[in-house]
């Protein structure tokens, strides 16, 4: 089966001109030796937004993730956090920028030879912070978040993965970050607990307006952050379109990568309705 | 279409040891700026020095006794059996003890970094670390690099004692030397030239224990099968290094005049 041939993007173009982004990608290109992996692609993400990055393996979700966080650095453009660009930044100037941040990654990332207190204190400890009944309470604070209390002497080999993602969001949230990201949360993880962790992140979102960017090749997810919001009250998430007590609509926009390339940017509804024959065989 | 291989080799052997030589820069002076990873100094001189230890000990020993096994025959001829003390002293002292140990240390250790280093690499802990605000040269290789600074030359002081004993056991049981004999001899055999020589090697063989086995770690690629691949890679590399490093600094010192 062959794929159409690559059409200008259907709706590639940038989202919120004018706001303040937290995070902004401007023109980014970058490629591992002969293979491009991202041409061209621009974004922004506005204070308590979501942005969810779609696409097949191999399009360049996680690069994107890892130029945010200035794992990588680009070979074009710029990679703006908070307005400030990470290129001529060395690795002991982005940490202060990467304690704005946290990441999930795909398989959690644990360390391994580190239980799960230790695993979610790590951040604490590696700012400096001594008091350790303060880094008890706060790591008690977050596992409790995540459900995930009673495994505090665990080690990570111990634990399914589900558990091991939550226990990855709570040592990402340990120091309340402004800005979430997210690689892949749910990949691999059985229906009820991936929609244990869409609750956590519509929770982060909708409780401490935390920005997110989820990397995702799960669509019921990406309409469930898109469509719910998290509910107090019933302790997981309600429907947008019932949720008229709040009064508020989910601010998620997608973005779909095609080969490097930022094939399409908008909304739930633009997406839904996209005449464009790839969008419509992904999405199917 | 050969020379552009030959390029592409050449450069990246360029680059290789232009990495190298950046990680060992940067692991010696994070030792010198704050955070310093304390505890993970003093777990990695356990899990180097003490998990290296009885490997260390028995080959001290049975390469003491061997040697002095055949050198007893050789000798023997000659009669200057009494010299056998001398020579296992000179040779575990010169050249056996550090070589050895640091061949044996870098087949467990060197292997053994770069596969947790790899293991953490490819599991995205490495990124992890950095997300976190850690620098990964500073938390991971910083600490193995002094660890076998330190417990190196010790396990060589040990190894060398054991080789000695192996060898007169070997020397009082087959030979019939005297104890004293043994000992006298090989003790005043040893002069600081040859301790000098003995202790100064490891300080670089650690050097290749610990970096070879990180920078394979840092550098794997492919997934659980590019972890195996660095392992065996940091193995021979390390060997090998140890053995060229070796001919040369003893060629140095020889060059030098200082024995």
Not at chain 2, 77 to 88: D, H, N, R
Request: aromatic share 8%; with cysteine.
């Amino acid at each position: 089966m062959t794929l159409p041939e690559a059409e200008p993007p259907p709706r590639a173009r940038d989202r919120s001109e004018g706001q303040t982004a937290v995070v902004e990608l401007r023109h980014v290109s970058l490629a591992f030796e002969e293979k491009q992996v991202l041409n061209d692609v621009s974004f922004r993400v506005g204070a308590g937004e979501t942005l969810v990055l779609l696409g097949v393996t191999g399009s360049g979700k996680s690069v994107l993730l890892k130029l945010i966080l200035g794992l990588l650095k680009p070979d074009a453009g710029q990679v703006l956090v908070g307005g400030q660009d990470l290129a001529p930044l060395s690795e002991s100037q982005l940490y202060p920028i990467r304690q704005r941040m946290g990441i999930v990654f795909q398989e959690g990332a644990l360390f391994d030879s580190l239980s799960v207190y230790e695993n979610v204190a790590y951040r604490l400890r590696e700012e400096g912070l001594k008091d350790e009944a303060r880094i008890e309470r706060q790591v008690r604070e977050v596992l409790r978040f995540v459900e995930m209390e009673h495994a505090l002497e665990k080690m990570p080999a111990e634990l399914s993965g589900g558990m091991r993602r939550r226990v990855s969001i709570a040592r990402a949230i340990v120091n309340e970050p402004a800005i979430m990201l997210y690689d892949s949360p749910t990949a691999g993880l059985d229906p009820v607990t991936a929609h244990t962790i869409n609750i956590l992140i519509a929770k982060l979102r909708d409780v401490q307006n935390v920005s997110s960017l989820v990397v995702t090749q799960r669509l019921a997810d990406a309409y469930a952050l898109a469509h719910f919001t998290y509910s107090a009250e019933q302790q997981g998430l309600v429907a947008v379109a019932s949720d008229g007590g709040l009064g508020r609509r989910v601010p998620t926009h997608f973005l779909v990568l095609r080969d490097g390339t930022a094939y399409f940017s908008g909304s739930t509804d633009e997406l839904t309705s996209t005449p464009d024959p790839y969008l419509r065989k992904f999405l199917a | 279409m050969f020379q552009v291989l030959f390029e592409r080799f050449v450069k990246g052997k360029v680059l290789a040891v232009q990495e190298f030589t950046d990680l060992l820069i940067n692991s010696v002076r994070h030792a010198f700026t704050r955070p310093r990873y304390l505890v993970d100094t003093l777990v990695q001189m356990d899990v180097i020095g003490f998990g290296s230890l009885a490997i260390v000990l028995l080959t001290g020993f049975f390469t003491g006794g061997v040697l002095a096994l055949q050198t007893y025959r050789t000798l023997s001829t000659f009669g200057e059996v009494g010299l056998l003390g001398q020579v296992v002293a000179l040779s575990m002292v010169r050249e056996l003890g550090p070589v050895l140990t640091a061949l044996m240390v870098a087949g467990r250790n060197s292997s053994g970094i770069a596969s947790e280093i790899g293991s953490m690499l490819v599991s995205e802990q490495i990124d992890a670390m950095r997300a976190l605000g850690t620098d990964p040269l500073r938390k991971l290789v910083t600490p193995r690099l002094y660890a076998t600074l330190v417990t190196l030359p010790l396990l060589t002081i040990l190894a060398d004692f054991c080789g000695m004993l192996g060898g007169a056991v070997v020397s009082t049981s087959t030979a019939h030397l005297s104890s004293a004999e043994y000992w006298t001899l090989a003790y005043q055999a040893l002069q600081f030239e040859d301790c000098f020589q003995g202790l100064t090697k490891p300080f670089f063989f650690a050097i290749i224990v610990a970096l070879v086995g990180c920078y394979f770690g840092l550098h794997t690629t492919g997934g659980t099968e590019g972890v195996g691949r660095s392992t065996t890679r940091a193995v021979v590399v390390a060997c090998v290094l140890i053995l060229v490093v070796d001919f040369f600094y003893t060629k140095f010192l020889i060059a030098t005049g200082f024995f």
